[in-house]
């Protein structure tokens, strides 16, 4: 009769079943990940203070701390705006057709009491993916590997310190529409009227210029308008335009008031690895300075050709970005 110590042993085979042909190795892995969650965990408190559970009071309509704790240092946000009108929809409808798109890539660097800083990044900048054997677009990184593959190439690009961006949000063209609707519309000044209709997106856009008030809609079309399939940069300071008339209209007396709501009814259509007292705290934290925003773009090579995607300026120093905030105290 054979020894079934070994090979016949029921809690034997069981065991090889939960931690296979090396499990020394996989109780390491298993270890090392437990470890990692609690190191994430020890992070999270670096970041956020405890919330006072006593602090449930409504949002005082001048002080933008009572919407939650302040960061304890500064908090980089990766921002992807994708061409699908929902986050979770199987179709972009748009051009070309298929799974959602990265449309519009930021970096967002929100530090208490300091204006935030904003780096638009260019879909179009080639970049090396991985399993890709020619240079791809940025905008190609999200559709091949999703948020965490954006974020990794973008810190890579950027010069970003290891960890980060901390957090991340893809928000759906449904959830742009909300948020302007929720804050009861924004204002901006175009220098130019742009009209253009596109049947087979079911896409139009009629904007007049001079200064005006967009609702939800028409700052979709703001955002999304693109004549020439070449001219990103054109797209990126119209976008820059809607940026500065949602900090505004932030900082309109009754915004404060508006944003539980406002952002309880977006973060519905839109991912993100922040917890709902997270958004909060950033948002109190970007109202805590009364100064604009500080929006940047990276420095391009200028096209030759027919190239449809940029390359980087040459010979620039890492970290390409933030820029580093001079205190009023300091000068």
């Not at 079934?4 to 034997?12: C, K, N, R, V």
């Not at 609690?38 to 009071?57: E, Q, T």
């Not at 100064?291 to 890492?318: D, F, S, Y």
């Amino acid at each position: 009769m054979k020894d079934e110590g070994a090979a016949g042993d029921p809690s034997t085979s069981r065991w090889k079943r939960w931690l296979g042909s090396h499990p020394f190795r996989t109780i390491l892995r298993i270890a090392a990940a437990f470890a990692g969650a609690s190191l994430i965990a020890g992070g999270l408190g670096v970041i956020w203070p405890k919330p006072d559970p006593m602090a449930a009071a409504p949002p005082s309509a001048d002080d933008p701390t009572s919407l939650a704790p302040l960061p304890e240092r500064p908090v980089t946000v990766l921002m992807v705006g994708i061409d699908a009108d929902g986050i979770n929809d199987p179709s972009n409808r748009a051009a070309p057709k298929g799974p959602a798109n990265a449309d519009s890539l930021m970096l967002i660097r929100i530090s208490a009491g300091n204006p935030v800083q904003v780096l638009q990044l260019p879909t179009e900048l080639a970049v090396n993916l991985p399993g890709r054997e020619k240079l791809q677009s940025l905008a190609d990184a999200y559709p091949l590997g999703g948020v965490a593959l954006t974020a990794d190439v973008i810190s890579e690009v950027v010069g970003l310190p290891e960890g980060q961006p901390d957090r991340f949000v893809v928000i759906s063209r449904q959830a742009l529409r909300n948020l302007v609707d929720g804050l009861g519309e924004v204002e901006v000044t175009l220098n130019q009227s742009y009209e253009h209709k596109d049947s087979a997106q079911n896409y139009s856009v009629n904007l007049q210029a001079g200064r005006q008030t967009l609702n939800g809609r028409q700052a979709e079309q703001l955002a999304r308008f693109r004549p020439e399939p070449k001219n990103d940069q054109a797209r990126r300071i119209r976008q820059q335009k809607l940026l500065e008339g949602i900090h505004d209209q932030l900082n309109q007396p009754n915004a404060i008031a508006l944003l539980p709501s406002v952002i309880g009814e977006v973060s519905t259509q839109m991912e993100t690895d922040l917890t709902p007292m997270e958004i909060m705290s950033l948002a109190a934290a970007a109202l805590s300075s009364d100064q604009p925003p500080v929006i940047t773009r990276l420095e391009l090579a200028p096209r030759t050709g027919e190239q449809v995607m940029r390359e980087l300026k040459a010979n620039q120093k890492l970290p390409l970005w933030p820029a580093p905030i001079v205190d009023a105290a300091d000068n």
